[in-house]
């Protein structure tokens, strides 16, 4: 399937998704989120995918919302042509979240607003020495959405996080991974290459156990300790009943390597 605003490669188990509007630093427009819903939608039944990748085209990762087009909603209907489009945004968010696969944040430039939560969305961040961050919205009268108040405080702690959110600081790679919000800083022109690396040695992994960890994590900030513990134990028992744990209780046991196969 061809995209307007999107490159799409695979390359034995894993994806790699660009977005694609270096004119617009890639802007998340409705259109960019809608065809980036409909490749997590599909991605979530391609059970031979077990990694994805998502960078940017250009000189950005993104520069987050798409101030063209909300030039065209400012007025008095700006509300409900705002509901409209985060409902957008906001499904787009919640499936990358429920993907059972790992998705590596390849960041190439800068990642404002919608775009540095977008990346946050993301199970891993791997930035350019190029690579910028800020919470952008504050400079147009806006608040963080894609999540932004959800995954930022959770990373940084809450007072950094209304800081950032409250100035939109703009921090270099260096300053991101000082403060958690980036796992790696690679050189701009090994970027590619390491998140390649990276989702390669992911793909190897036990996938479903993955996703089941994704699970546990968002619930982790406001689930209750017995709640926490009981989901725990729900989502031990499903991996207890997959492949990959029978491999990988086999092979320990013969002192080899696993070789999990996401099931």
């Known amino acids: 399937m061809s995209y307007k605003t999107l490159l799409i490669e695979e390359e034995e188990n894993i994806f790699k998704i660009t977005m694609n509007r270096p004119e617009a630093m890639n802007a998340l427009s409705t259109d960019l989120a809608m065809e980036l819903i409909q490749v997590f939608e599909d991605l979530t039944n391609k059970e031979n995918i077990r990694a994805v990748i998502l960078t940017g085209a250009g000189k950005a990762f993104s520069a987050g919302g798409d101030v063209k087009q909300m030039l065209t909603v400012v007025g008095t209907d700006a509300p409900s042509q ?16 429920r993907l059972p696969k790992p998705i590596i944040a390849a960041v190439n430039g800068v990642a404002a607003g919608a ?4 990346a946050l969305a ?15 919205f504050i400079r147009i009268g806006l608040i963080p959405d894609f999540g932004g108040t959800f ?23 260096e300053q991101a991974k000082n403060l958690g919000l980036v796992n790696l800083i690679v050189d701009n ?10 989702a390669k040695q992911a793909s190897e992994l036990p996938t479903s156990a993955i996703g089941r960890l994704k699970q546990l994590l968002d619930s982790s900030y406001h689930a209750s300790l ?18 990959d744990f029978a491999e ?16």
């Open 151 to 173: 995954f930022l405080p959770r990373i940084v702690g809450w007072a950094k996080a209304m800081e950032l959110m409250m100035t939109g600081e703009l921090l270099d790679a």
């Open 248 to 263: 990988g209780v086999k092979a320990f046991a013969e002192k080899r390597p696993a070789k999990f196969q996401g099931r």
């Open 226 to 243: 017995s709640e926490q513990l009981e989901m725990e134990a729900q989502l031990q028992m499903e991996c207890s009943a997959t492949a």
């Open 115 to 118: 775009g540095f939560n977008l």
């Open 189 to 198: 022109e090994e970027l590619l290459t390491t998140a390649g690396f990276f």
């Open 122 to 136: 993301c199970d891993v961040r791997i930035a350019a020495k190029a690579a910028k961050f800020s919470q952008a």
């Open 82 to 97: 705002f509901r409209l489009a985060l409902d957008v945004y906001h499904k787009l968010i919640l499936l990358m979240r």
